[in-house]
């Protein structure tokens, strides 16, 4: 592909791909595809979601930027711990008092904004960004995962800033708009021209959580999130001496899933310039596997689960009473009064007080019967529940839901209750849901999950009177 410029010391990228070929959209998807590079790659972020492979070549860059960290910072930490590199965030939607491992001083900082070009009072641009806490002229790091705004993000970056990123870790999301060759060549296929011209695609993995589809007339399987590794052009010489590196599609050191309860993704034959490793084969034989295994397991799980959900429903039929309607002139008996949890989530409270919130108001951790118990201060007569699920996503883990009444501190998980579990109540709709109780006196509440699962709630109401 040929363009008519060059990274230049000033002015706007989105300014500057006006005076480019936009390439078609075979040949933007093409850009992705992996070159061999000169420095072995190294997994920085752990072992699960948000780890990535990047290029041993990080001697002297002067700070990684990471906007996106929903209260996560694996990456991060790693870089300030293995290879002294500070980082910089930010997340209008993540909080520091959230995050679940605490800033280190000294080499990490956070600003609670969004990455945008929009010049709200809540946004604060790359270039602004940089200029902020790192002017000069050193080399920086970029890792990038901000959900599918990257793309005007970084067309809205001045080219001396972007050549500043020395790497770029990129999670790039939305790649079924190359169903739309006009959409795509506006947006996505810029971008993939603008970083072309700049960087080297050294490493390319596919995210299983949105799964894959095929284009007419394109060979490469295309997956709705990838993760790209970015290589500025003037380190690829590398260290003398030293030979290139094949690409690797999977790379051994890939992580299997971003999300676990789905196959894992595997980029196909087209992505790769001649036959693959046996390492690579090795390793997507080996995460299938893994996939199957762990498969089997939540089967058995969901079976067990089911069970107990049997056991409990024959000792509600053994012992309930048929309820009626709710009566009139009930109070909701839960506002404001205090709660406690089996156990949190990290990051999470495992006490507080009962509030309607989104996405949810609890988050407990997971383990079988995990639950949220509610001291009403004394005993009342509760004639109902109402229960919301999470707003935001894993509304299925409320599949099953319980309650018990009791007017000991801890549940005996004895004489317990069915919930109401509507469709409308596990899909994106979030409709309530209402259950009728056998007018019975009780000071708590406890509400479970008898699965391998936690328990998230926006709203719950308590119906009765005191």
């Known amino acids: 592909m040929t363009g008519t410029w060059e990274c230049s010391a000033t002015g706007r990228l989105g300014q500057l791909i006006a005076m480019e070929i936009v390439p078609t959209v075979n040949d933007a998807l093409s850009l992705m595809r992996p070159q061999p590079c000169p420095f072995d790659l190294i997994r920085i972020g752990g072992a699960g979601d948000g780890a990535y492979l990047v290029p041993d070549d990080l001697d002297g860059i002067q700070a990684c930027f990471s906007p996106g960290v929903n209260n996560r910072k694996a990456f991060e930490d790693d870089l300030a711990r293995r290879f002294g590199i500070p980082s910089h965030m930010c997340d209008y939607s993540s909080d520091i008092a959230m995050f679940r491992t605490p800033l280190i001083e000294g080499m990490q900082t956070f600003t609670k904004k969004w990455l945008d070009t929009d010049g709200a009072s809540t946004s604060i641009s790359l270039h602004d960004w940089i200029a902020d806490k790192s002017p000069g002229s050193a080399d920086l790091m970029l890792q990038m995962d901000i959900e599918g705004a990257e793309v005007r993000n970084l067309l809205a970056t ?15 999301h939305g790649l079924s708009a190359a169903r739309d060759p006009v959409a795509f060549a506006r947006g996505i296929g810029r971008l993939l021209s603008v970083l072309h011209r700049h960087f080297v695609c050294v490493h390319a993995r596919p995210n299983n959580a949105c799964g894959e589809y095929h284009l007419q007339g394109c060979d490469l399987n295309i997956p709705e999130i990838i993760e790209i590794t970015y290589l500025r052009r003037d380190r690829m010489s590398g260290v003398e001496g030293l030979p290139l590196k094949a690409p690797m599609l999977p790379h051994p050191l890939d992580i299997a899933r971003n999300v676990a309860d789905r196959p894992p993704l595997f980029l196909n034959d087209a992505w790769n310039a001649g036959p693959r490793p046996d390492a690579a084969v090795i390793k997507e034989l080996h995460d299938r596997l893994d996939f199957c295994r762990h498969s089997e397991a939540r089967l058995r799980a969901e079976l067990t689960t089911l069970m107990r959900v049997r056991d409990l429903l024959l000792g509600t039929i053994h012992s309930a009473r048929e309820p009626g309607g709710l009566p009139q002139a009930l109070t909701d008996l839960a506002a404001g009064k205090p709660f406690t949890l089996s ?6 409270a495992d006490r507080g007080i009962v509030e309607a919130k989104e996405p949810y108001f609890f988050h407990t951790g997971f383990g079988i019967n995990q639950r949220i118990t509610v001291d009403l201060g004394r ?51 979030n409709v309530p849901s209402t259950t009728v109780l056998p007018a019975t006196r009780s000071r708590y509440v406890t509400i479970f999950s008898p699965g391998q699962s936690p328990l998230h709630l926006s709203v719950l109401r308590i119906l009765g009177q005191c």
């Open 379 to 429: 005993q009342c007569v509760i004639h109902g529940i109402e229960v919301r699920n999470r707003t935001d996503c894993c509304r299925e883990r409320a599949a099953h839901l319980f309650c018990e009444l009791h007017d000991t501190a801890l549940p005996a998980f004895a004489a317990t209750w069915p919930l109401t579990v509507t469709q409308g109540f596990l899909d994106h709709t």
């Open 343 to 348: 156990g949190a989530y990290p990051g999470h």
């Open 158 to 172: 001045p080219a001396d800033d972007l050549c500043r990123f020395r790497i770029i870790v990129i999670e790039l």
